[in-house]
């Protein structure tokens, strides 16, 4: 069964450094989606991506983020300078639409990023 | 107003019991809920979902009530069975889906 894959697994980083989060979504899939879970909390989503740009974002996603799907099968999260509050679980997810239909998005299983 | 309130925090049933998790939320927007299993080191992944033109969903022992004038949603699961246990999402989206607001989850333990 096709899954969404994330990498690495863990991260950990030093505050102020910049990091990249990969993920290979589902290979028919068109809508690509970051989400993040601070531990113990809700999942909240960043931004969602189709045909090559920002379809939506959240409050939480500024200008110290960015995404890029930078060949035909990565979907990236990059943070240019990690904040101690960036620590938690990122989530990739991936969907074959959007609205009515095929909208149903698939979990990869995470990143773990750690800002010490 | 994009609030998705869940409760209870936390839930312990016997096995073969009724599990019960309620959900609530305030913008009438919202036109698609989906309700998401989470097991402890995994991703969250979609297990019932439910647009506001149906009252009611069934997919084996997982159901979904809605009440679209109370604006409240839940999760039932019939027979709950150990592999049951783990954290319950219920989430909410406008524009049936992109971007989800999820609720704060409830943790399920079902007893042996």
């Known amino acids: 069964e096709p899954e969404v894959t994330q990498t690495p697994s863990h991260q950990v980083t030093q505050m102020g450094q910049e990091v990249i989060l990969r993920c290979v979504p589902i290979s028919n899939h068109l809508y690509f989606y970051w989400y993040r879970q601070i531990l113990g909390q809700k999942v909240e989503f960043l931004v969602s991506?189709?045909?090559?740009?920002?379809?939506?974002k959240s409050e939480i996603f500024d200008d110290q983020f960015s995404v890029e799907r930078p060949d035909g099968s990565n979907f990236t999260l990059k943070i240019r300078s990690t904040k101690l509050e960036d620590s938690a679980m990122y989530f990739c997810a991936s969907s074959v639409s959007a609205g009515r239909g095929r909208n149903e998005q698939f979990f990869g299983p995470g990143t773990r990023l750690t800002v010490l | 107003q994009q609030q998705v309130k869940q409760s209870p925090q936390s839930l312990i049933v016997q096995k073969g019991g009724i599990s019960i998790i309620n959900c609530a939320y305030e913008n009438t927007a919202f036109d698609y809920f989906p309700w998401y299993q989470q097991f402890p080191g995994k991703g969250p992944a979609l297990l019932i979902a439910?647009?506001?033109?149906?009252s009611e969903k069934k997919e084996g022992r997982f159901t979904i009530s809605f009440n679209k004038s109370a604006k409240q949603f839940s999760l039932h699961i019939m027979d709950s069975q150990p592999g049951d246990s783990a954290t319950y999402f219920c989430a909410a989206s406008v524009n049936y889906g992109q971007n989800f607001v999820f609720g704060p989850g409830t943790r399920l333990s079902v007893l042996p």
């Open positions: 439910i647009r506001p033109d149906v």
């Open positions: 991506f189709y045909n090559n740009e920002i379809s939506e």
